[in-house]
Nanobody, 124 residues
Framework: QVQLVESGGGLVQAGGSLKLSCAASGSIFSFNAMGWYRQAPGKQRELVAVISTVISSNGRTNYADSIKGRFTISRGVAKNTVFLEMNSLKPEDTAVYYC??????????????WGQGTQVTVSS
């Protein structure tokens, strides 16, 4: 069974920084991409950042416009690990942040795996 575990959330003041980490385990395959989503109270879950984890992608990344320039996604040295460095945090960044891993199989079907989430709260 695939397990994704996030850590690093917490309470910070506006302008502060946090670094989230995610580690996936239990799979016998590699993921095509890993990333972060977030969900604020009363809002839908939204993409924050993703990074390709296949060798042919050369580590391409994609960021939501709302956080571009402030957050950085990166892969860890260990396989199937990903980080999210968050700087210049704003109160509107407050949300539960979820780690995501995606695998695209031979039939081009996508399978998503999710962590339990880690709370990020940014105070004014």
């Amino acid at each position: 069974q695939v397990q994704l575990v996030e850590s690093g959330g917490g309470l910070v003041q506006a302008g502060g920084s946090l670094k989230l980490s995610c580690a996936a385990s239990g799979s016998i395959f590699s993921f095509n991409a890993m990333g972060w989503y977030r969900q604020a109270p009363g809002k839908q879950r939204e993409l924050v950042a993703v990074i390709s984890t296949v060798i042919s992608s050369n580590g391409r990344t994609n960021y939501a416009d709302s956080i571009k320039g402030r957050f950085t996604i990166s892969r860890g040295v260990a396989k199937n690990t990903v980080f999210l460095e968050m700087n210049s945090l704003k109160p509107e960044d407050t949300a539960v942040y979820y780690c995501n891993a995606r695998r695209i199989d031979e039939a081009s079907d996508s399978v998503d795996y999710w962590g339990q989430g880690t709370q990020v709260t940014v105070s004014s």
